[in-house]
Structure formats: C-alpha cells, structure tokens
C-alpha cells in the first residue's frame, strides 16, 4: 500500500500564501507609485519563483512541503534558531518595506537603469540558486534539525556539490541586489542587517551538521565552502 503524502493544512497554507503576497507588494502598497515598473517586477519575480519552485519541489519530494509548513511548530529545532529563523524570515520583509517608505517620503535619488538591470539579473540568479537548492534537497527545512523521522542524510547532489549552503547563498545576494533594484539606499540598512544574521545562522548551521548529521563532516572536507565558493 502506497503511503499517504503529507498533507500542508489549509489555514497554514492561506497565511503563508498572505504573508508571501503583502510581502512581495509591499513598496507599491506603501509607495502608492502603482506606475513603479521595478516594484512590478518585484513582485511578479519573486511570486513566479516561489510557485514556480514549490511546485518542482512537490513533484519531486512530496513531503518536503509540509515539512517547511510546520515551521516555528518543530520540538526538536535547535533552541538558537527558534528566536533566529523567526528574525531572519520576518527582516527580509523590512527591505522591501523600507523602500515602498524611500520611495513615497523620496529619501534616496534613484540608480541608473544599468545598475536597476545588473541588480535585476543577481535577483533572478538568487531566486534560480534558492530554486535549485530547494529542489535537490529533500531536507531543507525551514528550521535547523536533525530530520530522523526523514531518514535525514547528507545530500551532495545539484549545488552542494558547489557549496554546502546554496539556499542561504541564493537569499544573500537577492537580499544585497533588491535595493538597487529599488531605488533605496535606506533599504541596504535591513538587508546589510539580514545578511549578517544569515551568515551567522549559516555557520551555526554547518556546525550543528558537522557535529551531529552522519557523514556531514567528510562531505564539509570534500566541499570546503559554505556560502561563496574560494571566500568562505
């Protein structure tokens, strides 16, 4: 008898999808420039990459969906990263919110159109490396835990064999591009912020792996680099 897939609850999928779309549309809804073509794209990339990923992740690992729907709900997440997983996914919304506020108070002159299409192209690159990542791992909770229940092992396959931490990587530099994208300054303020933050949930992260997920410390010598590939 084949087994039941997990199921994501409906009440939790409608906030999530909520949060997702205030998120996103947030520098039109507060700016009020409803002809602000770089917010347009803002948002429109960044709900095609999450429908567009989630949907590949399904196909591919049934479970993992309601595994990242049970976030913030895991016992045995470790104590650090309930208080920091909960920081870091809320702050990525203040850069988006900080310049839907540059953009309606006027604080910052805009970039110019090369830099406006160079932050694009490094937004769509995070997106397709978050994607990626997603995708290959059937393990990328929302919460750092040894998954046991999911026969939890390492995966080196797709961009772990590049680096061990590509979904964070992907958020890094969407993070540092969105405010060039959009025109705020004051924006690199929160994601200056965010970033350094998932830096350090990054390194708790691997040490976490490396002392308890079997096999994590001979993949961590293979595959030297935890963010960057030749940095770090």
């Not at 008898?1 to 909520?18: E, G, S």
């Amino acid at each position: 008898m084949q087994a039941t897939k997990p199921k994501v609850p409906t009440a939790v999928l409608a906030q999530m999808l909520f949060f997702i779309f205030v998120i996103l549309f947030l520098p039109l809804l507060i700016s009020g420039h409803w002809d602000w073509w770089e917010a347009w794209t803002y948002a429109i990339t960044g709900l095609l990459g999450f429908f567009i990923s989630r949907v590949l992740a399904a196909k591919k690992h049934p479970d993992l969906l309601a595994e990242r729907a049970r976030f913030a709900q895991q016992p045995d997440a470790k104590s650090w990263d309930k208080w920091l997983a909960p920081i870091v996914a809320l702050g990525g919304g203040l850069i988006p919110l900080a310049a839907g506020l540059d953009a309606r108070f006027g604080w910052s002159a805009p970039f110019s159109l090369p830099v406006k299409l160079v932050a694009l192209l490094i937004i769509l690159a995070g997106y397709a490396l978050g994607s990626y990542a997603l995708v290959a791992n059937r393990y990328f909770s929302g919460m750092v835990r040894i998954q046991t229940e999911r026969n939890h092992h390492v995966v080196s396959s797709g961009p772990y064999h590049w680096m061990r931490h590509p979904g964070y990587a992907g958020a890094l530099i969407t993070y540092l591009a969105t405010p060039f994208f959009l025109d705020s300054l004051w924006a690199l303020v929160p994601a200056i912020i965010i970033s350094a933050l998932l830096v350090l949930r990054t390194a708790w992260e691997d040490e976490t792996l490396q002392a308890e997920l079997e096999g994590y410390q001979a993949y961590a010598q293979q595959i030297r680099y935890r963010l960057l590939p030749g940095v770090w």
